[in-house]
């Protein structure tokens, strides 16, 4: 399975924004799902967004829609998500994986999980 890599985290205040990008290194299916997934002290883990690589189907968690923006970029081969008005409870450490395809990621079937970045918004 591909190896993915999270960056571009930060500390910042409320209603900044952050790009983070998922550097994946091995190779991509048409049919893969990358997902963000965003963990925080005492919560239980959220995924945020998520993507087809081959597609145009994207999924957002109730909490970020209309401000993050998750999309991929082919020839740099990597998955990014744009993260608009920031609030506190957007804090955690954003980690990103990959499905094999919408079935696997609808039951949250995923391989291992890279190392996060760790996105902190103060008020």
């Known amino acids: 399975q591909a190896h993915l890599a999270a960056s571009g985290g930060g500390s910042v205040q409320a209603g900044s924004s952050l790009r983070l990008t998922c550097t994946v290194s091995?190779?991509?299916?048409?049919?893969?799902?990358f997902s963000w997934l965003r963990q925080a002290p005492g919560k239980a883990g959220e995924f945020v967004a998520s993507?087809?690589?081959?597609?145009?189907?994207?999924e957002y968690a109730d909490s970020v829609k209309g401000r993050f923006t998750i999309s991929r970029d082919i020839a740099n081969n990597t998955v990014n998500l744009q993260m608009m008005n920031l609030t506190p409870e957007d804090s955690g450490i954003y980690s990103c994986?990959?499905?094999?395809?919408?079935?696997?990621?609808?039951?949250?079937?995923?391989?291992?999980w890279g190392q996060g970045t760790q996105v902190t918004v103060s008020a």
């Open positions: 994986g990959v499905a094999r395809t919408i079935a696997y990621h609808q039951r949250r079937e995923y391989g291992s």
């Open positions: 993507l087809i690589w081959g597609g145009t189907w994207t």
């Open positions: 091995g190779p991509t299916l048409n049919m893969n799902v």
